[in-house]
């Protein structure tokens, strides 16, 4: 990208601080629903640093799978699961908190002191101009087999998703030796009807 | 531009996450900690890429791969999140205690 260098360290100082501030929201809000749309944010700031570090097509995707589809499932299992509930207030929760800020920071601490303490070696090539053509080359010669295993474990959890997201189904017992007529139908128990707008859902 | 820069955005991403897994009560907060994490990781990824390794950028292929792995991870969690829902009744952490001793 040819941006001037003044002009990346602002967009960069902007990105991060929305970033930062949409992680913390995420963490600490106290409605879901809040979080999740500075979910949204974080993951919107994280592909324009993509474009900063000349990854056209990678951003892209951080757009189209995280904001289109795993921001989008996150809202509505919180839609499925929503239920107001105050949670048992735990004796010492604030403990717990400081512990765990505690050790987040020293985390921080350590792997910033590890960035800056270790000489990078910088390569000296010129970037690529088109990133989408070397990395269609990579997934069909050197990454060929990671790639064909992706698809299968995207089945796999698909699959996964959709048995373990079903209502569970008890035969009857039944010995009747007649073959099922509807052999392809996944069983699955009776859904309980629930009227519209009552109050105790 | 540096690399530094990034790394430690992405190392001050990860410790939010970290803080949020460990504190958070609501067991779909624990799915979006764990997106914030593998997310750092993929910056980690991406400036790597591009300050050490720009002609050939295998740095973005293995992002496209974790960006892949967390897609299956969050479906997958998501459902298990819904399924421990509708025989608990609750999706606070703290009461999932079925393996715990």
Known sequence: MNLASGVQIVTFAILAAMMIGAALGVVLFNNIVHSAFMLGGVFVSIAGLYLLLNADFVAAAQLLVYVGAVNVLILFAIMLVNKEENFVSLPNAWLRKVLTGLVSLGLFALLSTMVLATPWSYSTGTPVENSIVLIGEHFFTDFLLPFELASILLLMAMVGAIILARREYLPPQETSDQLPQTVLELPERPKELVPAGSKDN | ?101
């Open chain 2, 1 to 101: 531009m540096q690399l530094q820069y990034f790394l430690l955005l992405a190392a001050a991403l990860f410790s939010i996450g970290i803080y949020g897994i460990v504190t958070s009560r609501n067991a779909v907060r624990v799915l979006m900690s764990i997106e914030l994490l593998l997310n750092s990781v993929n910056l980690n990824l991406m400036a790597f890429s591009n300050y050490l390794d720009s002609t050939l950028i295998k740095g973005q292929v293995f992002t496209v791969f974790v960006i892949t792995v967390a897609a299956a991870e969050a479906a997958v969690g998501l459902a298990i999140v819904l399924a421990i829902y509708r025989n608990r009744e609750t999706v606070d952490m703290e009461q999932f205690n079925l393996l715990k001793w």
